[in-house]
């Protein structure tokens, strides 16, 4: 049971040996139990009654409504993660990860958490041996409908779940991407299938004498950044249009940001990258940011999102080189690629003349 705690008059239970490869197989084999236990702990608000100080067992239970036994058990498992921590005294703490499943954390991966863990997803893992055979997503099969629309018509708590981690997600990388960004000579940014355009808002705050055009379909931008829509702070310099990459794309700018938006069938990435060609000016800056399977400190996470997309849509996670090889097949010239945060890349693209 591992984590520090710095709480003065308690002493964490020590840390247990690496285990040899036999236990390690073990428990990788009994990963849907760790997956659950995040799950239960999220949605039974435990890391928000725990405050800052040890707490007994007994009182979570009473905070949370459980019986104390099994939350006993529950803690105990996700302490063996990092995911709080039990003192020697039977208490349990906080640690750096357990406090991102707090709903008020500036970092909070709660929503992202359960997303991960919906219950649809129970179902079509144990199928990924069929994705794998064939190719193809297996979630069509699983329930007789594509995957965004089972989540509206039939999972509408599951489809409130993936706008909360999507937001989340977005709100908490864009700040990263404004940091990197240098906009120098840009006076116009297009924000290619940006969702809700926390990318855009977030560049438009940090530089303000950049204006930007936020694109993605109909039924995405209704839920468009309030920065972003009529009255906002930032509605004099920011347009909204409607619109599939992959048909066209009407906006004219100086600089093009498309971000995790590229993990489709082939087809549909290279009608997309042919459609930012088509639009943009020679000169013009094109960066495309992405998640990569290989080359990257968080190739456990991307890995498994990449499985995930093979499940449920058929798509696909890129390797550097086969995001290089669509990126220079659509005619753009490739310049530096960069970090942009421990799980995405940034790949600095020109249209040539």
């Given at each position: 049971?591992?984590?520090?705690?710095?709480?003065?008059?308690?002493?964490?239970?020590?840390?247990?040996?690496?285990?040899?490869?036999?236990?390690?197989?073990?428990?990788?084999?009994?990963?849907?139990?760790?997956?659950?236990?995040?799950?239960?702990?999220?949605?039974?608000?435990?890391?928000?009654?725990?405050?800052?100080?040890?707490?007994?067992?007994?009182?979570?239970?009473?905070?949370?409504?459980?019986?104390?036994?099994?939350?006993?058990?529950?803690?105990?498992?996700?302490?063996?993660?990092?995911?709080?921590?039990?003192?020697?005294?039977?208490?349990?703490?906080?640690?750096?990860?357990?406090?991102?499943?707090?709903?008020?954390?500036?970092?909070?991966?709660?929503?992202?958490?359960?997303?991960?863990?919906?219950?649809?997803?129970?179902?079509?893992?144990?199928?990924?041996?069929?994705?794998?055979?064939?190719?193809?997503?297996?979630?069509?099969?699983?329930?007789?409908?594509?995957?965004?629309?089972?989540?509206?018509?039939?999972?509408?708590?599951?489809?409130?779940?993936?706008?909360?981690?999507?937001?989340?997600?977005?709100?908490?990388?864009?700040?990263?991407?404004?940091?990197?960004?240098?906009?120098?000579?840009?006076?116009?940014?297009?924000?290619?299938?940006?969702?809700?355009?926390?990318?855009?808002?977030?560049?438009?705050?940090?530089?303000?004498?950049?204006?930007?055009?936020?694109?993605?379909?109909?039924?995405?931008?209704?839920?468009?950044?309030?920065?972003?829509?009529?009255?906002?702070?930032?509605?004099?310099?920011?347009?909204?249009?409607?619109?599939?990459?992959?048909?066209?794309?009407?906006?004219?700018?100086?600089?093009?940001?498309?971000?995790?938006?590229?993990?489709?069938?082939?087809?549909?990435?290279?009608?997309?990258?042919?459609?930012?060609?088509?639009?943009?000016?020679?000169?013009?800056?094109?960066?495309?940011i992405e998640n990569l399977v290989d080359d990257t400190p968080s190739m456990r996470f991307t890995t498994a999102m990449d499985l995930?997309?093979?499940?449920?849509?058929?798509?696909?996670?890129?390797?550097?080189?086969?995001?290089?090889?669509?990126?220079?097949?659509?005619?753009?010239?490739?310049?530096?690629?960069?970090?942009?945060?421990?799980?995405?890349?940034?790949?600095?693209?020109?249209?040539?003349?």
């Amino acid at each position: 049971m591992t984590t520090v705690s710095t709480t003065p008059g308690t002493t964490p239970v020590q840390p247990l040996p690496t285990p040899q490869p036999a236990m390690r197989l073990r428990e990788i084999v009994f990963g849907a139990a760790r997956s659950a236990a995040v799950r239960a702990a999220a949605r039974l608000g435990v890391a928000d009654a725990l405050g800052e100080t040890p707490e007994t067992v007994e009182r979570l239970a009473a905070a949370v409504n459980t019986e104390a036994g099994p939350l006993r058990r529950l803690l105990r498992a996700l302490a063996c993660y990092g995911v709080f921590t039990e003192h020697a005294d039977g208490t349990f703490a906080h640690t750096d990860m357990s406090r991102l499943l707090r709903e008020d954390d500036p970092d909070s991966l709660r929503a992202i958490s359960l997303w991960c863990t919906e219950p649809w997803t129970w179902e079509v893992w144990p199928r990924l041996e069929d994705a794998v055979r064939s190719g193809g997503n297996v979630f069509e099969e699983t329930f007789g409908k594509e995957f965004f629309d089972y989540l509206h018509q039939d999972a509408h708590e599951s489809a409130q779940v993936f706008n909360r981690a999507m937001t989340t997600s977005s709100v908490q990388s864009a700040l990263d991407v404004a940091a990197l960004l240098d906009l120098t000579g840009v006076s116009v940014v297009a924000d290619i299938g940006g969702g809700q355009g926390h990318v855009l808002a977030s560049l438009l705050e940090k530089h303000p004498s950049v204006s930007g055009t936020l694109m993605d379909l109909p039924g995405v931008i209704l839920r468009a950044d309030q920065r972003l829509r009529e009255d906002g702070a930032l509605a004099g310099r920011a347009t909204i249009v409607a619109g599939d990459c992959r048909e066209g794309i009407p906006v004219a700018a100086d600089l093009y940001i498309i971000k995790n938006i590229l993990e489709w069938d082939d087809d549909s990435t290279r009608r997309a990258l042919r459609s930012v060609v088509a639009a943009a000016r020679p000169g013009a800056r094109v960066v495309v940011i992405e998640n990569l399977v290989d080359d990257t400190p968080s190739m456990r996470f991307t890995t498994a999102m990449d499985l995930l997309l093979l499940l449920n849509v058929g798509g696909a996670k890129h390797t550097r080189q086969s995001l290089v090889d669509r990126l220079s097949e659509a005619g753009l010239r490739i310049g530096q690629i960069r970090p942009v945060n421990p799980y995405l890349h940034a790949f600095e693209c020109v249209v040539p003349d």
